[in-house]
């Protein structure tokens, strides 16, 4: 797999947009929280990527029928299909000055691809 930017401005990287909400309190909270735990960057961002990952449920594993989307409203219901929990993920990175992209992977069964 050859990932590639598809922007070489860093900036485009820090956007906020509707649904990487980062100005949002609640991302503003647990960004300064995890940050204020980290000894440098690096590891605010192993800690960011690791309380998504273990506070963060995934809705097919719990089988909700809740669609959430917004960073803020994957943290206010702790839930989310991947696409919404990889917009929480950027909004605490973008939220403290880390430049972050994303990066999507086609899923198919079978021979439906």
């Known amino acids: 797999m050859e990932l590639t ?20 309190f609640s991302i503003k909270d ?11 960057e690096l590891e605010f961002v192993k800690s960011a990527f690791e309380f998504v990952r273990d506070n963060i449920s995934h809705s097919w594993d719990i089988q ?3 669609i959430t989307c917004r960073a803020s409203e ?6 989310g299909i991947c696409y919404a929990k990889s917009n929480l993920l ?14 999507y992977q086609r899923l198919t069964l079978g021979d439906t691809g």
């Open 5 to 24: 930017c598809e922007s070489s401005n860093l900036d485009d990287y820090l956007e906020e947009t509707e649904e990487v909400d980062y100005s949002h």
């Open 30 to 40: 647990i960004t300064a929280e995890l940050y204020s735990q980290s000894l440098n």
């Open 64 to 66: 909700s029928s809740r």
């Open 74 to 79: 994957v943290l206010f219901f702790k839930e």
């Open 90 to 103: 950027c909004a605490l990175l973008r939220c403290q000055g880390i430049p972050t992209g994303f990066c």
